[in-house]
């Protein structure tokens, strides 16, 4: 139940989800001339084979995106014949297959829904890598071609785990090459075989040399280049409108000013000169100030006089 789940889900995904996916442009590569061919073949299935004229990397993702579509059957046969006409065909799904699989089998627990230890590092992107490599393997069973079986019985001897969330789980890889080879067999001969990963193994162990053998290392397939590179410059940010009227109401205020003439200046205020500097003399007593002190000088005096006669006098007596 769980794989008929998954293959649910990964029949919703292209190939270029073996690359980051952008949900913008889901065929991994942006690229005018090739958008355009894929949809001069909206309407007519036979202008596909404009996309022959295109390096793997944009011609496969937009060919394999009519493997599940059942709604389009005559673009679906066409994919699965020009499919292996694209130059590198073959290098470009084993090469997606290996990148994704250098990291789906993470160490450590494997299932969220059974709780225990914590859950292994990298378990995410193990899950999302092994969705990568169900819709790759889902793109192989469709292609009528040797290599196609041979690349999915190359995983086989695969020995990781399922990974089991709270609500769903992905198999193995061992388990997805399995559940792929037997679509492949049951679409060509009609009939049910087995999905046991097992059986398959002892399968192919006595009928490989039937198929083409495969390069261990794939060789890497040329990619496009961005098709946006970043500007040599920043580019230039887009003004805030109100701070834009701002400036340019105060731009505007400052031209007007400029514009007026100039008014002359007012004469400076008369100031009063200070007076100079009273020169440093003596005080000299005026008579009002003098008057009480002549008083007084007069008094002792005649105190004075009196006491001299009162001694002289008696002395003489």
Same mark, same amino acid.
């Given at each position: 139940?769980?794989?008929? *789940?998954?293959? &649910?889900?990964?029949?919703?995904?292209?190939?270029?989800?073996?690359?980051?996916?952008?949900?913008?442009?889901?065929?991994?590569?942006?690229?005018?001339?090739? !958008?355009?061919?894929?949809?001069?073949?909206?309407?007519?299935?036979?202008?596909?084979?404009?996309? *022959?004229? +295109?390096?793997?990397?944009?011609?496969?993702?937009?060919?394999?995106?009519?493997? =599940?579509?059942?709604?389009?059957? @005559?673009?679906?046969?066409?994919?699965?014949?020009?499919?292996?006409?694209?130059?590198?065909? *073959?290098?470009?799904?084993?090469?997606?297959?290996?990148?994704?699989?250098?990291?789906?089998?993470?160490?450590?627990?494997?299932?969220?829904?059974?709780?225990?230890?914590?859950?292994?590092?990298?378990?995410?992107?193990?899950?999302?890598?092994?969705?990568?490599?169900?819709?790759?393997?889902?793109? *192989? &069973?469709?292609?009528?071609?040797? @290599?196609?079986?041979?690349?999915?019985?190359?995983?086989? !001897?695969? =020995?990781? @785990?399922?990974?089991?969330?709270?609500?769903?789980?992905?198999?193995?890889?061992?388990?997805?090459?399995?559940?792929?080879?037997? &679509?492949? +067999?049951?679409?060509?001969?009609?009939? +049910?075989?087995?999905?046991?990963?097992?059986?398959?193994?002892?399968?192919?162990?006595?009928?490989?040399?039937?198929?083409?053998?495969?390069?261990? %290392?794939?060789? %890497?397939?040329?990619?496009?280049?961005?098709?946006?590179?970043?500007?040599?410059?920043?580019?230039?940010?887009?003004?805030?409108?109100?701070?834009?009227?701002?400036? =340019?109401?105060?731009?505007?205020?400052?031209?007007? =000013?400029?514009?007026?003439?100039? &008014?002359?200046?007012?004469?400076?205020?008369?100031?009063?000169?200070?007076?100079?500097?009273?020169?440093?003399?003596?005080?000299?007593?005026?008579?009002?100030?003098?008057?009480?002190?002549?008083?007084?000088?007069?008094?002792?005096?005649?105190?004075?006089?009196?006491?001299?006669?009162?001694?002289?006098?008696?002395?003489?007596?």
């Amino acid at each position: 139940m769980r794989l008929a *789940l998954l293959f &649910s889900f990964t029949g919703m995904l292209s190939l270029a989800t073996a690359q980051p996916l952008d949900r913008e442009n889901p065929f991994g590569y942006p690229d005018a001339a090739a !958008d355009a061919a894929l949809a001069h073949a909206e309407g007519d299935a036979g202008r596909l084979e404009e996309l *022959l004229a +295109f390096p793997a990397a944009l011609a496969i993702p937009r060919l394999d995106q009519y493997l =599940r579509k059942r709604s389009h059957p @005559e673009h679906t046969k066409k994919a699965r014949e020009l499919i292996p006409q694209v130059p590198g065909w *073959l290098e470009y799904y084993q090469w997606s297959l290996a990148e994704a699989y250098k990291t789906a089998n993470p160490r450590g627990n494997l299932s969220k829904y059974a709780g225990g230890p914590p859950v292994a590092e990298g378990w995410v992107e193990a899950f999302q890598n092994r969705i990568k490599i169900g819709a790759v393997f889902g793109s *192989l &069973s469709m292609l009528d071609r040797p @290599e196609a079986v041979a690349l999915l019985a190359s995983y086989l !001897d695969d =020995r990781g @785990e399922m990974l089991l969330d709270e609500d769903m789980g992905v198999d193995s890889v061992q388990g997805l090459a399995a559940h792929s080879l037997n &679509s492949y +067999f049951q679409r060509t001969t009609g009939k +049910f075989t087995t999905t046991i990963p097992d059986k398959w193994q002892d399968w192919w162990v006595a009928n490989q040399g039937l198929y083409p053998r495969l390069p261990e %290392k794939p060789p %890497k397939p040329w990619f496009p280049p961005p098709a946006t590179p970043a500007p040599a410059t920043p580019r230039p940010v887009t003004p805030d409108p109100i701070v834009e009227m701002i400036r =340019r109401a105060s731009a505007a205020a400052e031209a007007r =000013r400029r514009a007026q003439p100039a &008014s002359p200046l007012p004469a400076p205020a008369p100031t009063t000169p200070e007076p100079p500097p009273t020169a440093l003399i003596p005080h000299i007593r005026t008579e009002e100030e003098a008057a009480p002190w002549l008083w007084i000088t007069a008094i002792v005096c005649t105190l004075l006089a009196g006491a001299a006669a009162f001694f002289l006098f008696r002395r003489r007596t």
